[in-house]
């Protein structure tokens, strides 16, 4: 499931590092996870929909990989961002 476009800009407002950035890794990060609870949300419905949850599967991937990034490139950074999306306990 996509995200409605004024989500999508309230996400990268909070997310970005100066008034122009999309492409952060923070940023990607927020709105992949947004993207993902959208899917979880559409599969409590729709438990048999194969090619939806080949995307989900993606999309966690995708975040996976950017969070390994940032816990590389900038650690402070990583820990505040999984503590503001509630990524992992």
């Avoid at 959208?38 to 966690?60: C, E, I, P, Q, Y």
């Avoid at 990989?65 to 999306?85: N, P």
């Amino acid at each position: 499931m996509s995200i409605e476009k004024k989500n999508k800009k309230q996400i990268i407002e909070k997310y970005a590092i100066n008034k122009n950035d999309t492409g952060s890794a923070e940023v990607q990060i927020a709105v992949i996870s947004e993207r993902i609870n959208n899917l979880t949300k559409h599969f409590k419905n729709h438990n048999n929909d194969v090619h939806s949850k080949r995307g989900l599967l993606a999309l966690v991937n995708k975040r996976k990989k950017l969070l390994s990034y940032l816990s590389r490139k900038d650690t402070s950074k990583y820990q505040d961002l999984i503590k503001k999306l509630n990524i992992r306990g």
